[in-house]
């Protein structure tokens, strides 16, 4: 099992940034990428990065290209996500998932983070 744990949501106003953290923790050698995805009120549980190990790749979101940036620390078993340029559209509980190969559909993740909520203002 991997037991995923994301930390860094919180409240900041549109065109601020946040930092968001994803520790992993238990058989992270099983792990080849981590994505975050997220989730707003009323609606599905969209794709926002993924990274990869082998093959090395950054995967984005349109909606995020240009202002978000995946990232990883092997030594750490952590994953970030650096979101610059925030929009009010994205407000959502942002969850860290992670597997064995990269996908963009949430299906195919196996290991998944409690969320973490990021809130901008207008």
């Known amino acids: 099992q991997v037991q995923l744990v994301e930390s860094g949501g919180g409240l900041v106003q549109a065109g601020g940034s946040l930092g968001l953290s994803c520790a992993a923790s238990?058989?992270?050698?099983?792990?080849?990428?981590m994505a975050w995805f997220r989730q707003a009120p009323g609606k599905e549980r969209e794709f926002v990065a993924a990274?990869?190990?082998?093959?090395?790749?950054?995967y984005y979101a349109d909606s995020v290209m240009g202002r978000f940036t995946i990232s990883r620390d092997n030594a750490k078993n952590t994953g970030y996500l650096q979101m610059n340029s925030l929009k009010p559209e994205d407000t959502a509980v942002y969850y860290c998932?992670?597997?064995?190969?990269?996908?963009?559909?949430?299906?195919?993740?196996?290991?998944w983070g409690q969320g973490t909520q990021v809130t901008v203002s207008s």
């Open positions: 238990g058989r992270t050698f099983s792990i080849n990428n």
């Open positions: 990274i990869s190990w082998s093959p090395f790749g950054k």
């Open positions: 998932a992670a597997s064995g190969y990269s996908s963009r559909r949430s299906s195919d993740y196996r290991y």
